[in-house]
């Protein structure tokens, strides 16, 4: 059984920093892309950074970076978003999500974690 488990989320002032930690179970950890996705109430999920398997290349979306930062653990199965320099905009319900690198029909996602930023 998949399981991604989040912690971390809270509430920072403007400027202020956050970690996100996201735990997997159930996978074989360097077989999985590892992403955080961000949502706000009446928009779609969008990505923030993912990870790949085995390398722990990042990508990140435009609006964070030199902000934000992806790392995987792979002794612990755990991928972090370390998030800087926080904004306002930035609140938002966080989920982690797995996808396995070559059959993208494997897709899991965490339970959600809010952050919210306030000016």
């Known amino acids: 059984q998949v399981q991604l488990v989040e912690s971390g989320g809270g509430l920072v002032q403007s400027g202020g920093s956050l970690r996100l930690s996201c735990e997997a179970s159930g996978v074989t950890f360097n077989f999985y892309a590892m992403s955080w996705y961000r949502q706000v109430p009446g928009k779609e999920r969008e990505l923030v950074a993912r990870?790949?398997?085995?390398?722990?290349?990042?990508t990140y979306a435009d609006s964070v970076k030199g902000r934000f930062t992806i790392s995987r653990d792979y002794a612990n199965n755990t991928v972090h978003l370390q998030m800087n320099s926080l904004k306002p905009e930035d609140t938002a319900v966080y989920y982690c999500n797995a996808r396995e690198r070559i059959n993208y029909a494997m897709l899991y996602w965490g339970q959600g974690t809010q952050v919210t930023v306030s000016s």
């Open positions: 990870a790949t398997g085995s390398e722990g290349k990042a």
